[in-house]
Structure formats: structure tokens, C-alpha cells
């Protein structure tokens, strides 16, 4: 099993550039199914997940070809409708949660699919019923498939637009709705939908392929059926996550950091976020500069009182950096209540950072709080296995600042969705390596 060797308590320095968003890749590459014409996207993150929904696309009969260090041009003129029938369809499926994303495109265009129970991140149910309920209401029929252990998703009469409510604002659900209503007859109205910039760089995509889509950026979204989806030139958005996780990691080793090109006006509200941590993080044109602090003091609400950061559907902040926000709180000064509404195993991994001196108290799997040290005590080097993506990073970050050598290993959980972080880090400054 490959590990990180980290010999924590080097400052990071210089500048990092964050690498093309996991999440909307995920999107963007399963909508090329739309279409028997060439897409290009660039700024593809060259990770784990990418690769597997990649080889994925392959495995039907996808034309991939690799124009670019980060460029593809997919064509999906001559899919293999026997293999989506295939029992190795399900199974390669299952091994990543983006694969959900294949559904609603796949449904669309061939009126049949198969949704396999998805792989990804071990952090509590993950259930795909808002997908289901939202092709169901476009026209699927669904059938569960115990041989294959997979929904089976059928149209007879094509797929018709309709207005739904959904029951929640999921994040794949809507982009697999988003993308079976624009092959359905009519006009699909989706409310209560998910708006994260993943979802809309999704919309801008396939406005640009011919789909008329309406109220981009909100939880409202009405989007016109066309019977043909054109090609197109899409470019991914830097990841977000990535980028938190950056300031994340230069506050803890308490480094001067700037990381370069973040598309600023995409991040919401994660700057002030990592601010209410007393992170003086400056924006400068669409980079951010980090200054090294001595202090980092969190902002107590205005009575006084212990704040909480909690995540919400966007433009709240998104579940995935509280990980990475509860191990910087470790060594700020103050204390601050993280509350995962969203998933409920996601915070588990405290028990390392407990082990690494960290002042921590878990209140149940949704709450800890955390006790910062204010820098005065350094943490412990560890040695410790990667739950899930984002606790990975956090424990990669806690061992950058601690004292000593610490390992991390069941790495690949990192690898989904890091590119290459050994090496980008350690052009930042970091003493990391990786062995296989
Ligand atoms: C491949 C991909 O894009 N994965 C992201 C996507 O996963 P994914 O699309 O699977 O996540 P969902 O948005 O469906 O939901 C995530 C969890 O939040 C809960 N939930 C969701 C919406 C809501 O209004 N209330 C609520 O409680 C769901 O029940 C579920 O447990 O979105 C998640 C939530 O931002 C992110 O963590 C994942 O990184
Ligand atoms: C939960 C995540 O990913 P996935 O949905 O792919 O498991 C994540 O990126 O933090």
C-alpha cells in the first residue's frame, strides 16, 4: 500500500497553483455522452477519479485522446450499448462515486442505463434517491437488479421535461437530472436545485452545446430538451477544495503563501471562512497571498460566544473543507465548534489528530470541538491511514506542521482527488515523499 513519509515543521514558501476542479471534471467529462461530436476540455486534474470515470468512458467506446498535459478531446460517436449492459459496467461503476454521472447522460441518449451502488468516500449513507426521483419524474422507469445489485433505469417514450421539487439539493443528483432534460421533449424546471460552481460551469458547457439553460447560479433552474447536442471547448474552473486546502496548510506551518490563479470570484464564501480562523489572507488580482502570522486568533461570535462553521448547500460552505478547517483551528487561538450537518462519519479521524496532541472533543459524529493551541505546543508526528479524501489532506497537514516524522498511508483515498501533491508541495517548501 503506498504511504506519504512527512517530516513535519518546514515552512511552505513560494508560490502553488491549484490544480483543475475533481468535481466538475466528474461532470463535465460524463456530459461528452451527450453528444456524438468532439468536446475538448482543459484543466483536467490528472488524479485517481479522473483516470477510473476516464477508462470508464473508454470502456464504452469513448474516444479519448489526449491533446495537452491537461487536455482531452472526448467522442462518443459509437457507443458500445452492449457493454452499458454488462455486469463489468456495474462493477467498474461502483468503484467511484462520480460514475453516478454516466446515469442521467447515458439515459438520455441510449434510454437505458444502469445505476450502480457508487464507490467514493466512507463518510456516512450516501444515497442516490434525489437521482432516481428526478429521472423517474422525467420519464425513467427503475427496476433494482439484485443479480447486479443496480438500479435499472429504462425510458419507453423518451424522457419529458416537468417541473420537480427536489427533495434535496444534491450536487450529482442535479447535474444527472440537468443532463437528461437536455435530450427530454420540453422544458424541465428543477427547484430547490444544487448551484455550486461545479454545476454551474456544467450549464455553461452545455449552454455552449446547444441547451437552453436558465437561472445558472441559482437553486431554479429551467432548462429547454433539444434533440441535438452540438460539441464544445470547455474549460475547468481551479479546485476550490484544493485551494482551502492550501491556506489551510500554510496557517498551520505558519508559512507565507500565494497561491496563484484561484478564479476568486468562484469561491464564495471560503475566503471569509478561513478568515473567521483570523487568517489574513489578501486577495491579490486572482491570486491569494498568505502572510506568515504569529497569531492566528478566531473570531468569536459578536456576544462573545464560541463560533461554529458548519457546511450548507452552496453558497454556504461546502462539507468538503471542514476537515481541513477543524485541523488549522487545532494550533489558532480560541476555540471553535465544526458542525458537518451533511455527513455523518466525516469526523471520525479526530482520534489522530487527538493522538498528535490536538485539543479536540468529539460531541458526536456530526460535532467537535476544537481547542486551539495558539502555536504554543507543536503537534506529534503519527503515524496514520486515510479514512476518506479530505480527512487524508487534513492528516497530510497536520503532519506538515508537526514535529518529526509521520506517515500517512491508503494514500489513493488522497490521490482521488490531489494531483500530484507530494511533488507540488515539495516545491513549495514541504519534506514529503511517497513510497509505493
Ligand atoms: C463527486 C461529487 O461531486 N461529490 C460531491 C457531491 O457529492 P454528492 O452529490 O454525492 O452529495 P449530495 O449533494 O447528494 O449530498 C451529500 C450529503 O449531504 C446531504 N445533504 C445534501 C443536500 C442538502 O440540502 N442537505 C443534505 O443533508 C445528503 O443527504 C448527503 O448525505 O456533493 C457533496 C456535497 O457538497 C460533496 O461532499 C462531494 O464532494
Ligand atoms: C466526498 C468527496 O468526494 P466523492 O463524492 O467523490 O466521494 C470529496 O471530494 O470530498
Known amino acids: 500500500m503506498s504511504k506519504y513519509i512527512i517530516e513535519g515543521g518546514h515552512r511552505l514558501n513560494g508560490n502553488i497553483k491549484p490544480q483543475g476542479a475533481k468535481n466538475e471534471a466528474l461532470q463535465v467529462i460524463s456530459a461528452v455522452l451527450l453528444t456524438s461530436e468532439p468536446v475538448t476540455i482543459h484543466n483536467v486534474p490528472n488524479i485517481l477519479d479522473v483516470k477510473n470515470l476516464i477508462d470508464l468512458l473508454r470502456a464504452m467506446n469513448v474516444k479519448v485522446e ?12 459509437d457507443l458500445d450499448e452492449d457493454y452499458i449492459s454488462s455486469a463489468d459496467f456495474v462493477a467498474r461503476c461502483a468503484g467511484l462515486r462520480g460514475s453516478v454521472l454516466v446515469v442521467g447522460p447515458l439515459l438520455a441518449r441510449l434510454g437505458q442505463s444502469y445505476f450502480a451502488k457508487p464507490g467514493g468516500d466512507k463518510i456516512g449513507r450516501r444515497k442516490v434517491d ?45 447535474a444527472n437530472i ?33 441547451v437552453k439553460i436558465e437561472g445558472i447560479g441559482s437553486n431554479l433552474l429551467r432548462i429547454t430538451g433539444t434533440d441535438h447536442i452540438g460539441g464544445a471547448d470547455h474549460t475547468i474552473l481551479p479546485d476550490m477544495i484544493e485551494v482551502g486546502s492550501f491556506i489551510g496548510m500554510a496557517a498551520l506551518t505558519q508559512s507565507e503563501l500565494t497561491i496563484k490563479d484561484v478564479s476568486y470570484d468562484n469561491l464564495g464564501i471560503i475566503p471569509d471562512s478561513f478568515r ?14 498568505i502572510p506568515a502570522q504569529d497569531v492566528y486568533e478566531i473570531e468569536t461570535n459578536l456576544d462573545g460566544s464560541i463560533p461554529t462553521i458548519a457546511d450548507a448547500p452552496w453558497p454556504g460552505l461546502t462539507p468538503d473543507l471542514l476537515s481541513v478547517m477543524l485541523v488549522t483551528a487545532t494550533q489558532c487561538r480560541g476555540s471553535v465548534l465544526i458542525h ?97
Open 178 to 210: 440537468i443532463m437528461a432534460a437536455s435530450l427530454a421533449e420540453g422544458t424541465t424546471t428543477i427547484y430547490n436545485a444544487a448551484c455550486e460552481p461545479y454545476v454551474q460551469q456544467l450549464c455553461r458547457m452545455l449552454s455552449q452545446m446547444g
Open 66 to 77: 489526449k491533446i495537452g498535459e491537461h487536455s482531452y478531446r472526448f467522442q462518443a460517436d
Open 276 to 289: 473567521r480562523l483570523g487568517i489574513r489572507l489578501e486577495r491579490r488580482g486572482d491570486d491569494i497571498f
Open 340 to 436: 458537518q450537518k451533511m455527513f455523518e462519519s466525516r469526523l471520525f479521524f479526530v482520534d489522530r489528530l487527538i493522538d498528535m496532541g490536538a485539543q479536540i472533543m468529539l460531541c458526536d459524529p456530526h460535532r467537535a470541538v476544537v481547542i486551539g493551541l495558539d502555536h504554543k505546543m507543536p503537534l506529534r508526528a503519527n503515524n496514520m491511514h486515510s479514512p476518506d479524501i479530505r480527512a487524508g489532506i487534513a492528516m497530510l497537514i497536520a503532519a506538515l506542521s508537526a514535529k518529526g516524522m509521520s506517515t500517512i498511508d491508503n494514500i489513493d483515498q488522497i490521490d482521488r482527488g490531489y494531483e500530484a501533491i507530494d511533488t507540488r508541495l515539495s516545491s513549495a517548501g514541504a519534506c514529503i515523499s511517497r513510497r509505493e
Open 130 to 174: 434525489t437521482h432516481i426521483s428526478g429521472l423517474s419524474k422525467l420519464g425513467a422507469m427503475i427496476a433494482y437488479n439484485e443479480e447486479r445489485q443496480a438500479y435499472y433505469l429504462v425510458t419507453v417514450n423518451g424522457l419529458k421535461g416537468c417541473y420537480m421539487l427536489l427533495d434535496e439539493a444534491s450536487v450529482t443528483g442535479t
